[in-house]
């Protein structure tokens, strides 16, 4: 089946989409337009310690590096691991001269917008006229699960669409190219594969494994649910004595296997990536994915009833929703990553659901009652949203130690850190400012990430007792020489979390130069000679 393109079919779907990207950005909006006098909004409002790692590879990137380090933590690294998304992103930074804070948002919404505008096109392969498809889309675009109802909290043993962003499309669309990017990836990748088996021409395969390389490099682990996907429709079709999704399926497998088989090596030959890969992110039980998804479910069933009467084949469909509640109980510490794009056939399976009411003339309570579907369907997204505004209103992370907003100090100390260091240069801060600190300097911090610093609960014990008023010069000589720091950030006249944090300017450490000074922040360098 060819699509044909209808110009004004598609610029309706365009502002759809740009109206569901516009509601996704409303908190980013309205951070930088509360920023009080003195302060700037540093651009993320969930996940910012996610962020703040997306943040140091851009920051990489657009500093001439090709190869990407962790700087959350100092322990040696071969420093052999590559991204092409971050790499690109970095790199048009670089180019452009834009703030990587508006990079990462600029892409965030291309991604976001060209993942919508896909979805519609290919839902297309089973709904055939134009509102169906736009259904298609509000479902796709706005809907998530019941977790409104309950507590909007992070526990993972909980509603996965109060917390868990990759698996509902709009929360991916919210807060990171870094899950729609992989997502339209997925998405083009499987409609390559069913064009093969549709059309019985090989160069789908290719287009396919093509795809499938750069996701084998950008978000690895997602190769897995495609697999699982692929496996479950192959083994469909062998059924009906059809060999050729299979064999597609290894043609583009083998397409991909270089770079599969590089992130496969990264790993074995890099510690500080396995142990960041090792990081336990388990699946919660399944009922609270059938709670995540809501009236997706039972919309979703009522598509494959209709399908079925009405002799649609939806096994792509189908296979895909298994494949994504297979993938994430398979016995791998990234379980719950794994149900990324698993929102996607669910909602179009209930948009073919939907759009049962919607033939001829809809009446008007039918219609209202579609209406009131989706909006029943969205109402956990726009609980996400509020909650997330109502913390940049009171200066509070959802996620972090560090809070929504940066004083003109530390953006000025900053940028003193990004052009005055050394290249190896290792930063000592406290908790919260070096989470944000090698987004913005490109320089390793000592501990800065739960997950990215080795042994962080450890070290994170050590940085605190450094910190703190009564601890032991001696226990401090011996911390910056044994830990290699080279330089120290030190807070003044600060209330609140920094009341407790010793004052270095008040009072001198014969090892530490004041080498950069504000009214509430200062670096000083470590003298070695001294300790």
Known sequence: MKMVIDNREYRLAFWIAFAIMLLASLPYIFGYAIAPSGYRFIGFTYNVDDACVYMSWMRQAADGHFFLRNLFTTEPQSAHGFNLLFLAM?????????????????????????????????SGIWLKDERAKRLCLLVTGLSAGLGWILPMNQAVNHSPDTWQPESITFLSAYLSPLYTFPTLLMLWAVYCLHKL???????????????????????TYDLITVAVLW????AVALTKRSSRPALGGLIAAGIALPLAAYQVYFYYTEP???????????????????????????????????????????????????AGFIAIYLPVSFQRKLIMGTHIPLSILAAIGLAGFARGRLPFLRSMAIAACVLVMMATNIRFLARDMDSAMKNESQTVAHVPFISDDESAVFDNLHTDLGPDAV?????????????????????????????????????VRFYQPDAQDSYRRQFLKDAGIDYVVGYHNMGGAQTDVYDFREKPLPYLRNVFDRPEISVYEVLRDRL
Request: hydrophobic fraction near 55%.
């Open 90 to 122: 970095g790199w048009f930074g670089r180019i452009t001269h834009m703030p990587l804070v508006g990079v990462f948002h600029l892409f965030r919404v291309i991604f976001g917008m060209a993942l919508l505008l896909s979805i519609y096109a290919l």
């Open 197 to 219: 088996d549709e059309s019985r021409e090989w160069k789908y395969a290719v287009r396919a494994g093509l795809l499938l390389l750069v996701l084998a490099n950008v978000h």
């Open 231 to 234: 496996a479950l429709y192959a």
């Open 272 to 322: 500080i990536f396995r142990m960041r890969a090792a990081v336990p992110t388990t699946t919660p039980a399944f009922y609270w994915y059938i709670m995540g998804y809501g009236l997706l479910v039972p919309f979703a069933m009522l598509g494959v009833w209709r399908a079925i009467k009405e002799r649609k084949d939806v096994m792509l469909l189908v296979c895909w929703a298994l």
């Open 427 to 463: 930063i000592l801060a406290p908790p919260g400012t070096a989470y944000v600190i090698p987004g913005y300097t490109g320089h390793t911090v000592y501990a800065g990430h739960w997950g990215e610093t080795a042994d962080y609960e450890q070290k994170l014990l050590a940085l």
